[in-house]
Nanobody, 128 residues
Framework: QVQLVESGGGLVQAGGSLRLSCAAS????????MGWFRQGPGKEREFVAA????????VYADSVKGRFTISRDNAKNTVYLQMSSLKPEDTAVYYC?????????????????????WGLGTQVTVSS
């Protein structure tokens, strides 16, 4: 049974930093695209960042570019999201996602439909 478990969320002041982790179990995702999405209050789920299986290529939403960094440790089957210079508008539930297929496409990596496995999410709240 595949599980993605996010951790690292919490309450932080504007300008602060958090690092989210997503640990996968049940199968290895070392050859698969991994992504982060978020859903703010009253909003639809949106793309945040995605990373290729080797970790050398990443794509970001314009709203987080330059502030967030996605990375992965394939030996640990874990993906990370380092968030800096946080803003109140970053407040959301953050979800980890994994593609079941070993492909990398920077355009489709931004789409919810690309991903087959999802975590339950971790809450990030940024106070002003």
């Amino acid at each position: 049974q595949v599980q993605l478990v996010e951790s690292g969320g919490g309450l932080v002041q504007a300008g602060g930093s958090l690092r989210l982790s997503c640990a996968a179990s049940g199968r290895t995702f070392s050859s698969n695209t991994m992504g982060w999405f978020r859903q703010g209050p009253g909003k639809e789920r949106e793309f945040v960042a995605a990373i290729s299986w080797r970790g050398g290529i990443a794509v970001y939403a314009d709203s987080v570019k330059g502030r967030f960094t996605i990375s992965r440790d394939n030996a640990k089957n874990t993906v990370y999201l380092q968030m800096s210079s946080l803003k109140p508008e970053d407040t959301a539930v953050y979800y980890c996602a994994a593609d079941a297929l070993p492909v990398w496409n920077p355009k489709s990596a931004t789409r919810i439909s690309e991903y087959n496995y999802w975590g339950l999410g971790t809450q990030v709240t940024v106070s002003s």
